[in-house]
């Protein structure tokens, strides 16, 4: 390094990429800084996938304390929820996570700033009243909850305040049909709260295996989430404590909150990349190359803020192949196709490669096997949750080219599943492989008679 430049590189955001780059970079010996003005772990630690795992834990109890009967089990009182109970002590553990991530940081050599930075010149960044030169810079910045304006768009919340609410509301109103709405919807529905879903489009979770999604809204219904379809909110009205939500149906709902989780944006606003020959989307998104190299040479991107595949394993996978690019051999990729994932709304869903629309799509020909059952829990338990178990097959190949599930564990047996894509797996593996009996899990490798 020349005296030219106060650091090697100079991190932007420390989420999970932005730590994971800043922390591999250190480790080859490099001079690297990392700027936070909010909390460290960005969205996932602390207003994401953590708590809200918690959160969707919480208000699980109830179904299994009705479950145990039939087990059983006696439970000589009603159970009630402390919502300041749950909020502190989810609040207690991410602040373990925050510090976890601060030593991640402090022992990896790597400098940190408590404040925000910002881009002033493509090789200089301004936090805390002073400027610092870098040889390079990389944008972390991630997402942040987007709220439209409407009349009373001002008495609704983001998916940030849901995690330090003073109080439950009895009712509440859930705006959007993606994960982060579906997935508040069953915490909210679980620990007590009178739940309206509201949704403009006709499908919840549009981007996923159609039928899958159907099934996920069906058995959110049969948990009693009242579900809005092809509705929109025109206006909100505040009086005290109570919300009254107009909606196009010439009807309204009355509630204590009303969440919008219609979307996330990329969080570059005044961040001063116009300083730079970096291009910013009409979304806010940054665009990047392969590399995750904007336009102006000296500036990265990874991330949520450049809104390719907004989920934490693959910021951190993309900041180990940008490290390695930068400082390395330069020969680690990264494939988006077959990642696994999970939405925790109630029922679960996981899932894995191509629904089935985009199966015929892409191959034509395709074999569609579905098992659909109640699990073993609910046969004494006495309820009504019911496991959908997917796999879609290019004929031609016998490949499996999509797996998906609706139903308890999910996400923990479509991780394995992902294994299996990912190794270019055929029907004729899964049903050579022999299963766990009894468990959920081996109807993936029992399934022989085609659906369609």
């Known amino acids: 390094m020349t005296d030219q430049f106060d650091y090697d590189l100079f991190v932007i955001g420390a989420g999970s990429g932005g730590v994971r780059a800043a922390r591999m970079a250190a480790s080859k010996g490099k001079k690297v800084a990392v700027a936070e003005e909010r909390y460290l772990g960005g969205t996932c630690v602390n207003v994401g996938c953590v708590p809200k795992k918690l959160f969707v834990y919480a208000s699980q109890f109830p179904e299994l304390f009705h479950a145990s009967a039939g087990f059983g089990w006696s439970v000589t009182q009603q159970p009630t929820l402390d919502w300041a109970t749950l909020r502190d002590n989810k609040t207690a553990e991410i602040e373990r996570l925050n510090g976890i991530y601060n030593s991640l940081i402090d022992n990896s050599g790597a400098e940190l700033f408590d404040g925000r930075a910002t881009i002033a010149?493509?090789?200089?960044?301004?936090?805390?009243?002073?400027?610092?030169?870098?040889?390079?810079?990389?944008?972390?910045?991630?997402?942040?909850?987007?709220?439209?304006?409407?009349?009373?768009?001002?008495?609704?919340?983001?998916?940030?305040?849901?995690?330090?609410l003073d109080d439950l509301p009895k009712a509440a109103v859930v705006v959007g049909g993606g994960y982060i709405a579906v997935e508040f919807a069953g915490i909210l529905n679980g620990l007590g709260v009178e739940t309206h879903l509201v949704y403009r489009g006709p499908v919840l979770l549009k981007s996923f295996d159609r039928e899958m999604s159907e099934k996920v809204a069906s058995g959110m219904a049969a948990k009693g989430i009242k579900i809005h379809l092809n509705t929109e909110i025109d206006q909100i009205t505040k009086s005290g404590n109570n919300l009254?939500?107009?909606?196009?149906?010439?009807?309204?709902?009355?509630?204590?909150?009303?969440?919008?989780?219609?979307?996330?944006?990329?969080?570059?606003?005044?961040?001063?990349?116009?300083?730079?020959?970096?291009?910013?989307?009409?979304?806010?998104?940054?665009?990047?190359?392969?590399?995750?190299?904007?336009a102006e040479p000296s500036i990265y991107a990874l991330g949520d803020v450049i809104d390719r595949v907004q989920l934490t394993p693959v910021a951190i996978q993309e900041a180990m192949v940008l490290v390695d690019h930068l400082y390395g051999q330069g020969l680690a990729q990264i494939d988006y196709s077959d990642i696994p994932t999970a939405v925790f709304c109630q029922p679960e869903l996981g899932t894995v490669g191509l629904s089935e629309e985009q199966a015929r799509a892409e191959y034509g020909e395709i074999d569609v096997y579905v098992s659909d059952f109640k699990p073993m829990l609910q046969t004494l338990g006495g309820g009504a949750d019911r496991i959908t178990m997917k796999l879609v097959v290019d004929s031609i190949s016998d490949?499996?080219?999509?797996?998906?599930?609706?139903?308890?564990?999910?996400?923990?047996?479509?991780?394995?599943?992902?294994?299996?894509?990912?190794?270019?797996?055929?029907?004729a593996h899964f049903d050579a492989t022999v299963g766990i009996h009894p468990s959920a899990a081996e109807e993936f490798v029992t399934m022989r008679d085609k659906a369609r």
């Open 244 to 294: 009254s939500v107009a909606l196009n149906t010439q009807s309204s709902l009355d509630a204590g909150l009303v969440l919008y989780a219609t979307g996330r944006q990329a969080n570059t606003q005044g961040l001063g990349l116009e300083s730079t020959n970096a291009v910013v989307r009409a979304n806010g998104a940054i665009q990047v190359d392969d590399n995750f190299a904007t």
């Open 399 to 427: 490949k499996v080219v999509g797996c998906h599930m609706v139903g308890e564990h999910a996400a923990e047996i479509i991780q394995g599943m992902g294994i299996a894509l990912k190794a270019g797996a055929t029907k």
């Open 121 to 164: 010149g493509p090789h200089l960044v301004s936090v805390n009243g002073h400027n610092y030169r870098a040889r390079t810079i990389l944008v972390a910045t991630g997402g942040w909850p987007y709220i439209p304006e409407f009349p009373g768009s001002e008495h609704a919340i983001s998916s940030n305040e849901m995690f330090f």
